[in-house]
């Protein structure tokens, strides 16, 4: 096992260790860390176990087995992106809504003042 073998992983269970921390913090929530967790763990097992990810990378067709994880990492920051996106529009329908019924109680409380 190699310095750079101890170093990655020491670093991916930092990262999983610092979600978890954030998670029971109430900073980050469950459903938002499941994709940080998971990548974490893909790192941890590769830094740990190299001949796995030679494995799976040519298994796959990777030239350079190690572009894989780059693969998997932007793979998981898409799908990340994407989640943020939906949460993101259906918070803004539910504000939109929300201010609406707003209007219309702030119409009638205005109505029976006059």
């Not at 750079?4 to 459903?31: M, Y």
């Not at 992106?81 to 109680?105: D, G, P, R, Y």
Request: some cysteine; glycine content about 8%.
């Amino acid at each position: 096992m190699q310095i750079i073998d101890i170093l990655s992983g020491g670093i991916s269970i930092i990262f999983i260790c610092l979600i978890i921390k954030l998670i029971r913090k109430g900073v980050l929530r469950e459903e938002y860390s499941f994709v940080w967790i998971v990548i974490g763990s893909i790192f941890i097992f590769f830094s740990f176990y190299r001949k796995g990810l030679d494995i799976v990378g040519k298994f796959l067709g990777f030239v350079y087995p190690p572009a894989f994880l780059f693969l998997v990492f932007l793979f998981g920051i898409i799908i990340f992106l994407v989640h943020l996106s939906i949460i993101n529009t259906k918070q803004h329908n539910q504000i939109k809504a929300l201010a609406q019924k707003i209007a219309v109680l702030e119409k009638k409380i205005n109505s029976k003042k006059d």
